[in-house]
């Protein structure tokens, strides 16, 4: 939204705003409205005119031309505060003005003057700074306020200083300030004292204690140092001062990256992360580290080392960078695990067809942390008397990534069950064997029929 009188672009979606036209008649203000999507696309401007009846231009004029509604050249103070001030009705348009709608207020606690005959003078018997207004309402019905500040002030001063050494601080740091020669200014003047780190703090007159405590927790780095200014302020003047130099240093903050999961006698290396520390006149970098591995090793001075672990565990890792400014500690858990062991035992090792066997999967995973997956196999040869090919062995909702399958052999035969054990560090495997055996089959040869007494002589037979 632009709504034409040159105040900032509004970018709600249905804002409100205020119109100021002062005059005798009507002001008019051409209000543009643009829209933009989410792609940068914008559509066609609308503008619109928007009317408003004008306000009275009300306006007061200090007959002193060469310092209007200020006492600041004459230096007031508390022993000679008076300050006197005439005033003309300067109101543009005049005609249009509501006759005795006129309303002054001198801003300092004095009588109201309504209708006032001009030209007018009073007297401030009080040093500060004060909103003199003059108020008309126009034959329109419009009302309008003009205000003016009357300054019964001198030009402030001040001074800014520290307490002790600025210079080879480290954060947090906290730093007194000394406010002088504030003593003698008229009330209303403000003290703004920033302290170059982005903070600041606003002051009144008259001040509660002439030191400013200021905490220091961030460093100047890479600008050597940080500078402290003080703006006195009041309707006179703003007076600057500064107090230089001040050097705040700033120890590492600690930090790395490492695998979550390493092996057994195999590297694992650490990414140095830490935040750079700062001291010395120049902000150096220069930080010194010291690696704690958790086994018991001696620890390491390098930036990035690697670290070989013998023994499967959860280790804490602690890296402590450090400075002048002190030492940082950061922390961090790392799981090394060794190779699984691949063990499991079969209800049976023989029987005949057809067979069900169950497993007993004892293995060691390696480690508390990581997970095993499993995968059984199973080869079948031929033998006693069976034939056939390999088939699916598994049952009872069982697989063969089970962790103990239920396994059913139809065939007789030789059948090698391997169970492989794989974690992060490798695959080890064993086997066991069930043989499966066939029924013996009995044949007994043809007897013949007879009608009368024979003898038979059979003879059986057995596979």
């Known amino acids: 939204w632009d709504f034409g009188d040159g105040s900032p672009v509004d970018v709600t979606q249905n804002p409100s705003h205020a119109f100021t036209s002062l005059g005798c008649g009507t002001g008019t203000f051409n209000v ?25 231009d009300v306006r ?12 600041c050249d004459k230096s007031p103070t508390p022993a000679n505060p008076n300050f006197t001030l005439t005033v003309t009705n300067g109101s543009v348009g005049t005609g249009c003005i509501v006759t005795g709608s006129y309303v002054l207020d001198w801003g300092d606690g004095s009588p109201v003057v309504n209708n006032p005959t001009f030209p007018l003078t009073h007297t401030y018997t009080q040093l500060g700074a004060f909103d ?21 002030q001198s030009n402030p001063a001040g001074g800014l200083g520290t307490l002790g050494s600025t210079t080879g601080l480290c954060a947090p740091f906290n730093i007194p300030f000394i406010i002088s020669n504030w003593q003698n200014n008229s009330p209303g003047t403000k003290y703004l004292l920033e302290f170059g780190d982005g903070t600041s703090v606003l002051l009144t007159h008259p001040l509660t204690s002439d030191t400013v405590f200021h905490n220091y927790t961030t460093t100047s780095c890479p600008t050597p140092t940080y500078t402290a200014r003080l703006r006195v302020i009041n309707a006179c003047d703003s007076t600057p001062y500064t107090a230089g130099n001040i050097q705040i240093r700033i120890k590492p903050t600690a930090a790395f990256t490492s695998p979550l999961n390493g092996c057994v006698n195999q ?10 520390g700062f001291t010395g006149n120049n902000c150096s970098t220069t930080s010194a580290w010291s ?43 790392i799981c090394i695990t060794g190779l699984a062991t691949s063990v499991f035992t079969l209800n049976k090792t023989e029987g005949c067809a057809p067979q069900l066997v169950t ?19 199973v080869a079948y ?11 699916n062995y598994f049952v009872s909702g069982t697989k063969d990534t089970s962790t103990n399958p239920v396994l059913s052999f139809t065939n007789p035969g030789t059948y090698t069950i391997t169970l492989a054990v794989t974690n992060a560090c490798g695959t080890v495997t064993s086997s066991k064997t069930m043989v499966v055996t066939s029924p013996p089959k009995v044949m007994l040869p043809t007897i013949p029929n007879a009608c009368s007494s024979v003898t038979v002589n059979p003879s059986a037979g057995a596979t």
């Open 32 to 56: 543009k409205l643009t829209i933009t999507d989410a792609n940068g696309c914008k559509s066609t401007v609308i503008t619109k005119p928007v009317s408003i009846k004008q306000a009275p």
């Open 60 to 71: 007061l004029t200090d007959t002193d031309i060469f310092t209007p509604f200020s006492n």
């Open 132 to 152: 003199l207004t003059l108020t008309a309402t126009g034959t329109n019905g419009c009302t309008y306020t003009k205000k003016y500040v009357v300054a019964n």
């Open 267 to 276: 590297q694992v290396c650490f990414t140095n992360t830490t935040a750079a």
């Open 291 to 333: 690696w704690d591995f958790g086994d018991g090793t001696a620890p390491s001075t390098a930036q990035n080392p690697c670290h070989t672990y013998t023994a499967p565990g959860i280790y804490t890792v602690t890296l402590t960078a450090s400075n002048p400014c002190g030492p940082s500690t950061f922390t961090k858990q």
């Open 359 to 377: 497993t007993n999967n004892t293995s060691v995973p390696g480690s508390l942390c990581v997970t095993p997956t499993y995968k059984w196999t």
């Open 381 to 391: 040869s031929a033998a006693n008397c069976g034939s056939g090919t390999a088939g």
